[in-house]
């Protein structure tokens, strides 16, 4: 398995905003395209206006297979359209567990 980290920087004062946008019109579609989502989060102390996505794929392959499928999404195209404008930097990771994790 690997995990993808994804990290938004959101505009200030955007942040509920971001989140009740994905929530309403494009989680369902979201999570049953890319599968196994792990985490949905957003910081509370720290970085603040920050939200995070964890994504669990099977291989680098499946992955990509199911990013280029959420990528055609019609529903998904309209949605990115709509919290572009919100979101200031983004940061994605791919990240391998060790042999003693407990997310493998």
Known sequence: MIIEMRT???K???LHNFINIYDKEIRQ???K???NQIGFFYTEVGNVNEVVHLYGYDSYEDRQLRRE???KNPEFK???GKVQDLIVDMK???MSPA???NIK
């Open 29 to 31: 579609i979201h999570t």
């Open 78 to 80: 309209v949605y990115i």
């Open 99 to 101: 042999s003693f994790s």
């Open 69 to 71: 499928v959420l990528s």
């Open 12 to 14: 200030p004062g955007e």
């Open 92 to 94: 994605n990771q791919l």
């Open 8 to 10: 938004y920087s959101i």
């Open 33 to 35: 395209i890319l599968g």
